[in-house]
């Protein structure tokens, strides 16, 4: 994605993410559009890309990864990726994974992670369906 792309996605970007927050953590609007912007405006790490996902020529989605090099182990973080309504349900996001998985080989990284809402059944069954493991569980409660 060129820089001219990414400035023009980010709008779409924070209303998709302020959504999740709201669908998943039930935040209003208003804490959720100011989390989104503190999170993807304010603090975007340096080492980011995004990969326009296309099909034919035309734009079907995109894929946001970041390389994160630790002590631990040397992993690649999927940030979102997100197929557009109409074309959803095509194997996009699948391939989309996939070519994820072969990004951070490329790269010499040895994990690919991410991080995905408890309610995102859909996105889910995909990643367990591509060999992924829940490694955590967050819990919370409205009071």
Known sequence: MTDAEFAAWVPAL??????DLIRDYGMSGDQA??????????ELPPDHVVFVIEVDGASVGHLWLVER?????????????????????K??????MLFAEDEARRRGLSRIALQVGARNDVARDLYR???????????????
């Open 129 to 143: 369906s591509l060999g992924f493991e829940e490694n955590e569980v967050r819990m919370s409660k409205p009071v």
């Open 33 to 42: 559009r100011a989390q989104a912007s503190a999170e993807v405006e304010n």
């Open 91 to 96: 194997g996009y996001g699948r391939e989309a």
């Open 69 to 89: 090099r630790n002590a631990y182990e040397p992993t690649l973080v999927v940030y979102d990726v997100d197929i557009d309504e109409p074309h959803r349900g």
């Open 14 to 19: 924070l209303e998709e993410y302020a959504g």
